[in-house]
């Protein structure tokens, strides 16, 4: 069967503009081998899932040679498969399934940094100081009487230092962890390396890429290097309004992603990209235009409290900078790095979620079965919403953020990083159960690399198929009532009785359905109008507590 999708006519150029994305982690969603480690052909041979699911596209987390330094953001190969995860030919196969289906195909690109494996990096390590080899990355002398001191004072968004020093006596930067070396981006030929590979997985039939660290890339690299006054957090609102940065959100990034469009444009359709950049709302705007990426995404959403004052003003902005960019929004509840919206919804307000990790998700206790009402009001809101819809897997399972993992299970980096201070991201990482019971229920037959807890098959998606009350047939239904209905990127405010209330959330979209979401903890009144769909079951003339509810009124 071959779905029907908005993005399913491959010469439609903006299949994006109002897509279903849906993330892929390889190394968690399916193993087709047995080894405990989700691959490819895993991929591939649930593809049917996704397509009757009802999604538009499919963006995979870097599935490269990697030695998982950082769950593969660590690349020591640009341009070809993790023998652990496939060949080339598993990833044609899967690309050749996926547009069989009706779906794109995104991946992610990796071009702040590289693995310490990476050939160019292993050459850099060899050569002398000055090199034409170790100008592709950073390196400096330190500072202090022995150069014992690094070069700056900037820390690593991983915790510590941002510099390793090396035998020589010299030190290079890694904004992350020490195996991801930064590249130097004032370079020519690191420059050149990137447009081929661009061009490398375009040529095999892929639509579109998500840009990891997108605003990390241009640095200011001039004698003397900055100090930043040993800020050890970069948050968005507290980066300079002018792109004075000595490393985050620089003007001159922006050269670099307009070279990058131009290559997109040598493909018919053109590639497409998303810019990860946790930059001021105000200069996101740059990332998403025409000119270059064509969509960033839009944190503040996934950031905001459930409440309807703070989502609609996050709301007003994300349209008003798509407007401005000439791009559509994007909108994202979970994803790979931070705790899934199912957990986050359960927790009370203002909550220190850090320390609810590491107190293995015992303080404060979480209210599960609130948590996922509130999180599949949050999800129909989203979905109703005009631009690009990007899904994390295994949230249309409502699976809850594994918070429990034992120390010794940890793979992120960040636990070690940090000295035990912040769990890391794990938790969302933890392979996908299929099937109620057996081995790592369903995901593979030979264990997973992350620990599943008892009883994750009740979540499964043998458990819920064919359960109407399910998360994943709402989501079913969500999808394909959205592919119905959606018209066009127009969004109306709707603030007149009965739901003109705070708690509130209304909107009209063209074609003449609604959506009102209550997110109080108290029924309001239901307007009129035919229900299409619910988040939670309704009945008389009131919307429940934590429920949203898509209508065709009247006038539709």
């Keep these: 069967m071959t779905a029907q999708h908005l993005g ?3 010469n439609t150029t903006d299949w994006w503009r109002q897509a279903v994305v849906y993330q892929v982690y390889p190394r968690s969603f399916a193993d087709s081998d047995g080894d405990g480690l989700g691959d490819l052909p895993g991929v591939t041979s649930r593809l049917p899932y996704l397509a009757e699911l009802g999604v538009d596209a499919v963006w995979l987390s870097p599935f490269y040679p990697s030695q998982l330094a950082d769950g593969g953001y660590d690349v020591a190969d640009y341009r ?48 002398a100081p000055g090199s034409a080899a170790r100008e592709r990355y950073v390196f400096r002398e330190g500072r202090g009487e022995s150069g014992e001191e690094p070069p700056t004072d900037w820390v690593s968004c991983f915790g510590g230092p941002a510099w390793t020093r090396l035998p020589d006596g010299w030190w290079y930067l890694h904004l992350f962890a020490p195996e ?12 050149a390396d990137f447009r081929q590979t661009l061009r490398f997985w375009s040529d095999r039939g892929v639509d579109g890429f998500r840009v990891d660290v997108a605003h990390g890339l241009a640095k200011d690299l001039a004698a003397p290097l900055r100090d930043i006054g040993g800020v050890e957090s970069y948050r968005p609102e507290d980066l300079p309004e002018d792109g004075s940065h000595p490393f985050w959100d620089r003007d001159e990034v922006h050269d670099i992603f307009r070279e990058w469009r131009k290559v997109f444009n040598e493909y018919d359709p053109p590639r497409i990209a998303v810019a990860e950049a946790w930059v001021r709302n105000s200069r996101r705007t740059a990332y998403a235009t025409p000119q270059e990426l064509g969509q ?4 503040d959403f996934l ?4 409440d309807a004052p703070e989502l609609r003003a996050s709301i007003d902005t994300a349209l008003a ?3 401005a960019a000439g791009a559509t929004a994007t909108w994202v509840l979970s994803n790979h790095d931070v705790i899934r919206h199912a957990s986050r919804y359960g927790l009370p307000d203002g909550r220190d979620e850090e320390a609810w990790l590491l107190s293995d998700g015992q303080e404060p206790p979480l209210e599960r079965d609130f948590g996922l009402r509130r999180a599949l009001a949050a999800t129909l809101l989203m979905l109703a919403l005009p631009g690009s819809s990007y899904l994390y897997q295994g949230e249309e399972l409502g699976l809850p953020e594994v918070a429990d993992l034992t120390r010794d299970s940890l793979q992120d980096p960040v636990w070690n990083r940090s000295a035990g201070r912040l769990k890391g991201r794990d938790g969302c990482r933890v392979p996908l159960p299929w099937r109620r019971a057996g081995s790592s229920y369903g995901f593979g037959s030979g264990g997973s690399w992350l620990p599943q807890p008892t009883g994750w098959g009740e979540w499964s998606v043998e458990a819920q198929q064919g359960v109407a009350s399910s998360p994943l047939e709402l989501y079913r239904a969500a999808l394909a009532t959205r592919r119905r209905l959606v018209a ?8 007149e009785a009965p739901t003109a209330a705070p708690e509130i959330l209304h909107f009209r979209r063209s074609g003449g359905w609604e959506c009102v979401a209550n997110l109080s903890d108290e029924p309001r009144p239901l307007p009129a109008g035919e229900l299409l769909l619910s988040s939670a079951p309704v009945t008389g003339g009131q919307l429940p507590p934590w429920t949203t509810v898509w209508l065709r009124t009247a006038a539709g």
């Design 303 to 306: 950031k905001a409290k459930l």
């Design 80 to 127: 070809d498969v993790d023998p652990r995860l496939g060949t080339l030919d598993d990833f044609d196969a899967m690309v050749a399934e996926a547009h069989r289906l009706g779906i794109k195909v995104m991946v992610d690109i990796v071009p702040n940094h590289s693995s310490d494996q990476h050939v160019w990096f292993q050459e850099a390590l060899r050569a």
């Design 321 to 323: 900078d798509a407007r």
């Design 180 to 191: 991801q070396p930064d590249f130097n981006w004032d370079n020519p030929e690191v420059r």
């Design 488 to 495: 066009d990127e127009a969004l109306e405010w709707a603030d």
């Design 8 to 10: 399913s006519d491959s």
């Design 296 to 299: 960033a995404f839009n944190f």
